[in-house]
């Protein structure tokens, strides 16, 4: 993830703010409660990348192989995989 977690609640908590400040949204539930949730949605958001790349390490280590005899680019297959991947699956990074 790119961002620290005290980032991403800095970032929640002005967003919320700015939001309501602007006569934008009207608070149903505590401002905490709306904060911490936006938190998590972010965090979340953010962590899909995170888990594609996990995926494709472990799918690049059916080349491990080829990669050390050096017939592959780890890399270049890396970003590859990652590039099918992300849009076969529809995601924004």
Do not use: C
Not at 13 to 25: A, H, P, S
Not at 49 to 70: A, H, V
Request: glycine share 6%; net charge negative; charged share 35%.
């Amino acid at each position: 993830m790119k961002l620290s977690k005290a980032r991403i609640s800095h970032l929640a908590d002005t967003i919320v703010r700015r939001l309501e400040e602007g006569g934008q949204i009207e608070l149903a539930g505590t401002r905490a409660a709306v904060v911490d949730e936006l938190d998590r949605a972010i965090t979340d958001e953010l962590m899909v990348e995170d888990r594609l790349n996990t995926e494709i390490r472990e799918l690049m280590k059916q080349y491990e192989s080829e990669i050390e005899r050096g017939h592959v680019d780890y890399q270049k297959m890396f970003t590859m995989i990652k590039s099918k991947l992300v849009r076969e699956r529809g995601l924004i990074l």
